[in-house]
């Protein structure tokens, strides 16, 4: 195939020339492909990716527990190219999808999974291979991972996993692991282009763009994160090109509330604290709150991003009491923070600046425990020089 300029992410360079890359087993059995920091994978090393999809034949694609456009994008846009190649592919998520990205089940079917969907217990005894998107740790395919794991059991089933969050656990065949990506839809962007080049035609249509669209611009903050590098600006460019309608996903997407979402934004805004000299900021959603204003959990999605926006905020919390009892818990942070790490003291994990767990007590016991902690965590990040 002719290699044009501009015609692939190989093609555009981010930045640094790339020496290495990094393809290793870890303690287990697992095939971690981690690329050096600060560049994109190339086809050799999707390699053992592209390998495990043209083997498959029956697929599961799944993403996280309280899906986002991110995962439910990338597994939309992975769907179609499977699809095109000739697969049986089912998108079989352990939760609903919100109801701002429902617009995406017309692009690919969606199912969800609870102990009652027959069809979705079906997909996952039949299937040979299972893709995660946009997850790294077993605890996030929520009420799937028992099927998956009794499937790999019999020694049936390829697992691989798609992601950009740090610190994956070991669990899968193949784990791919970017953590310089801005979205899981960058790296399905740039699998996609592998494929192409392995096949010899092209797989992009206006619906796949449009899918990894959403899936890109929902994780830079509509391309306003630091990570979003020149590199992501073309994408975006080359995925508006294919066909991805810019102007209506933003529209279908973050114009879309509810009256009972904007209530609970509402008081939600009112209830929060701003402690330790305004270093971190802490907001608590009891399920009364979510009740009286007649919202729903995926509602408080959009609230976390106001607690960072007082400039003097190093880390903001933002607690959810969830309809069984336990405590949804997210991070977010300024500047060299890893909230990651504060996760992971809780069973959780996620991004630098980024980061989330669920905590099985009681949300007063729970906040209580984490006041404390989050002022140890702040303190130590002093202590050690990593803040001005
Ligand atoms: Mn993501």
Redesign the pocket.
């Known amino acids: 195939m002719e290699k044009k300029s501009g015609d692939g992410p190989n093609y555009i360079k981010r930045g640094k020339k790339h020496k290495f890359n990094f393809m290793l087993y870890n303690s287990y059995s697992q095939l971690m492909i981690v690329p050096e920091y600060g560049r994109t994978l190339n086809a050799e090393e999707w390699s053992p990716v592209i390998d495990a999809l043209l083997e498959g034949q029956h697929f599961v694609l799944a993403t996280h527990e309280n899906s986002?456009g991110?995962?439910l994008g990338s597994e939309v846009a992975l769907a179609l190219v499977l699809r095109a190649l000739g697969k049986e592919v089912a998108i079989v998520n352990p939760t609903e999808v919100p109801p701002n990205y429902q617009f995406l089940k017309k692009l690919y079917p969606i199912a969800f999974f609870d102990k009652k969907s027959e069809e979705a217990i079906q997909e996952l005894a039949l299937c040979d291979v299972v893709v995660l998107l946009?997850a790294n740790l077993r605890d996030r395919m929520g009420s799937l991972w028992p099927h998956v794991k009794f499937s790999r059991e019999l020694g049936s089933l390829k697992l691989l996993c798609i992601?950009?969050?740090l610190e994956p656990d070991d669990f899968t065949d193949v784990m791919v692991c970017e953590n310089y990506a801005t979205?899981?839809?960058e790296l399905v962007y740039g699998l996609i282009y592998a494929i192409q080049e392995r096949v010899g035609r092209n797989l992009f249509t206006s619906d796949i763009a449009e899918a990894l669209y959403v899936?890109v611009m929902t994780?830079t903050g509509s391309f306003r994160f630091p990570k979003t590098t020149p590199y992501v600006y073309q994408l975006a460019g080359d995925l508006v090109s294919k066909g991805a309608d810019a102007s209506e996903i933003y529209d279908s997407i973050y114009n879309s509330l509810t009256p009972s979402a904007l209530k609970l934004l509402g008081a939600a805004l009112s209830a929060i604290t701003i402690l330790d000299n305004g270093e971190i900021s802490w907001l608590f959603i009891s399920q009364d709150m979510i009740k009286v204003t007649e919202s729903k959990l995926f509602d408080t999605d959009l609230i976390i991003r106001y607690l960072l926006s007082v400039p003097s905020v190093r880390i903001a919390v933002l607690m959810v009491e969830m309809q069984d009892g336990r405590t949804k818990a997210s991070f977010r942070s300024r500047g060299n923070i890893y909230v990651n790490q504060l996760a992971k003291q809780y069973g959780g994990g996620g991004h630098m600046n980024a980061a989330g767990c669920l905590f099985q007590f009681s949300s007063d016991k729970a906040q209580k425990v984490l006041l404390e902690d989050v002022r140890l965590f702040l303190k130590s990040h002093k202590e050690k020089g990593f803040l001005q």
Request: hydrophobic share 10%; glycine share 16%.
């Open positions: 986002d991110d995962g946009d992601d950009h969050h979205s899981t839809g899936a994780d």
